[in-house]
Structures are given as C-alpha cells and as structure tokens.
C-alpha cells in the first residue's frame, strides 16, 4: 500500500510570508501528527489529529496551525514565516494507540530566506 | 512533554564494534518505541516495547525496557556500515508517542 506522502518535498518562502503543507496518510490511518526537525532541537512535536479534531499540541506559537479533512488528509499552516521556521517537517500517520508505531513521509523541507 | 534524556549524543564506532544507546524517562511509561533515521531520510519505525523487563531482539539489535519502565536501551552488536544513522526513542505513559528522545547519531568507520 502507498506509504505517507507530503507536498511538496521543497519550500522556499520570504520571511512574512506564510506556507500550507500537505500531508496524506497510509489509506485507513485515522491519526496524523506533525513534526519539526532542526539540526538544534531534534523532532519536536507540533500537533496531532484524529477524525478531523486536534487532539495534542506541542508547544508552538499560534503561527502554527493546521487541519484535518474528513478523507484523514492533513494540512499545515504556518503564517507569519521566520528565519527559524527553517526546518523539515515531518507528517506521520498511525492507526491509533498502534503497536506498529508511526510511519512517516517523507517532509517538506522549508527554507526562510 | 515529558522528560526523556537520550545518551549519549554522538557514537563513533569502528565497523565491528558494539553500540548502545540509553533512554531515560523521569515517568513511569507505558510504553516505548524506537526509530532509526538515515541520514537524509526520515524516521522508520523499528520496534515497541511495553512490559516491565521485556527484551526483544532483531538479528545484530537487542532492545530493552527497564523492570521500573523508567529506561530503555538499544544495543547493536557488531556494528556495520549500514547502520549509520540517528536512533531515536519515543517513550509514551499515554498510550501514544508524541515526544521523542534527542536522538543518538551513530557514526560506523570502516
């Protein structure tokens, strides 16, 4: 089966600006969960969702937002871009409380410039 | 999130060398995943654990959970080329991972 697809895989905003990234679950995984990585901080958790609701959020500004559609696709949205929202992100999808553990895209790398 | 110091930081090991990597929760967990991220690539999932002092076992990896559910440790025997790479933990009293470790990057000479 196809695995988790983000898009797109490269990103390159002005600082201002502000970004939505895509993310399409493994078909029948209902909960999806974003992620952060930088060099400095690691994966940081941004937030999950299940059945078009938020569930858990990490401790990100309110920039940071995203949504889920009633197909499981996921989207993130990030206004305002600063030079530190430079990252991967990262989209994992999972059948809840699964002993198979997440399985993630590939990312969106985003660059601020 | 929770606490979880995951040491050490960096390994550099030459090929045919042992390697362990140590996750430590400041919580009692329910559980415990483990990812390995290649370099470039992003994290796959390799194994959960979830009893008091279970310990599972993939070819050269033995993965271990603590009698507390305090820690855990991923040891890779004999290491390779190909197993270069950062290992992550995701520990959980929750039931689902959200947090993961700070990641050991492990570095095999050849």
């Known amino acids: 089966k196809a695995g988790v697809t983000q898009t797109p895989r490269y990103l390159i905003k002005t600082r201002g600006q502000q970004v939505t990234l895509s993310c399409s679950p493994i078909?029948?995984?209902?909960?999806v969960s974003w992620y952060q990585q930088t060099p400095g901080q690691g994966l940081q958790f941004l937030f999950e969702y299940f059945s078009e609701t938020q569930r858990n959020k990490g401790n990100f500004p309110g920039r940071f937002s995203g949504r889920q559609f009633s197909n499981s696709r996921s989207e993130m949205n990030v206004s305002t871009l600063e030079l530190g929202d430079s990252a991967l992100y990262l989209c994992?999808?999972?059948?809840?409380?699964?002993?198979?553990?997440?399985?993630f895209g590939s990312g969106t790398r985003l660059t601020v410039v | 999130g929770q606490q979880v110091m995951q040491i050490p930081q960096y390994q550099h090991v030459q090929e045919g060398e042992d390697f362990t990597t140590y996750c430590n929760s400041s919580t009692t967990l329910s559980n415990i995943q483990w990812y390995k991220q290649r370099p470039g690539g992003h994290p796959v999932f390799l194994i959960q654990?979830?009893?008091?002092?279970e310990v599972k076992k993939q070819k050269r990896l033995t993965f271990q959970f603590g009698e507390a559910k305090k820690n855990s440790s991923l040891h890779i025997t004999a290491t390779q080329t190909t197993d270069v790479g950062t290992y992550f933990c995701?520990?959980?009293?929750?039931?689902?991972?959200?947090?993961f470790g700070t990641g050991t990057s492990l570095t095999v000479i050849p």
């Open positions: 995701a520990p959980s009293n929750t039931g689902n991972q959200f947090y």
């Open positions: 078909s029948g995984h209902r909960s």
């Open positions: 654990l979830v009893k008091s002092g």
């Open positions: 994992a999808s999972s059948l809840t409380q699964s002993p198979y553990g997440y399985t």
